[in-house]
């Protein structure tokens, strides 16, 4: 039988502290969520790997390393109202969860988000909403967020879903496909965003936030 706490625990030394993640309440998340509820039954035996894991066509639980590099660059504290993009089967929830003071996880497909909804509250994470509805849009009926998390790599981000942010709120992103894409955060101010980019990470897309085709003369 596999130490899923001792394979939890080497992947927090040797994958996460590493990358210069060094934040007490992110290494105390990985600690406290086990990623092997998260993944299929095939890929439990697998769960601490530094890769992403299938978890349905198209959809993946991030890795370690920069899933903690994001949550550390989103500093969540424990008053903050996060909405998630992209909840997945729910272990980004999770880590969101032990952070934040209410997390809102927003997720497309239906069997992901029962899925997520049974492994959340089978592991008594109750401060978390998983809702199925379109990514791009949100969850405008519980704005304003303080931090929006989009759980993937996107080409760009939706106006609609800085609408959604407090003012000061900010949202953090991946913006770009492989290697090229840099891990960003947006700061709402007025009506607009700006845009401050951190570092290069190579993550896997969510569906749905393509740039509008652009029409050439």
């Keep these: 039988m596999m130490d899923f706490q ?23 998340a ?12 095939a890929l439990k035996p697998l769960a601490y790997i530094d890769e992403d894991m299938q978890v349905a066509p198209g959809r993946y639980v991030m890795e370690p390393s920069p899933l903690a590099k994001l949550l550390q660059l989103a500093a969540i504290g424990k008053d903050d109202v996060v909405l998630e993009i992209g909840s997945g089967a729910g272990y980004a929830t999770a880590l ?4 934040a003071g209410s997390v809102v996880a927003v997720e497309s497909d239906e069997d992901l988000s029962a899925r997520a909804s049974a492994n959340l509250s089978a592991l008594g994470f ?45 949202l953090i992103a991946v913006v770009g496909y492989g290697n090229a894409s840099r891990a960003s955060i947006y700061t709402r101010t007025g009506d607009a965003a700006s845009r401050t980019e951190y570092f290069n990470t190579a993550i896997k897309p969510l569906p749905g936030f393509r740039k509008e085709a652009q029409f050439v003369f």
């Design 30 to 41: 990985f600690l406290a969520v086990p990623r092997e509820a998260f993944v299929p039954d």
């Design 6 to 28: 001792a394979a939890r625990i080497k992947m927090v030394e040797n994958q996460i502290r590493t990358t210069d993640v060094t934040a007490h309440s992110v290494l105390q």
């Design 126 to 170: 109750d401060n978390v909403a998983v809702v199925t509805g379109p990514l791009e849009a949100g969850y405008p009926s519980e704005a304003p967020y303080d931090v929006i998390f989009i759980n993937g790599a996107v080409e760009s981000v939706p106006p609609a879903l800085i609408e959604q942010l407090r003012e000061g709120g900010r």
């Design 96 to 99: 969101l969860s032990q952070l």
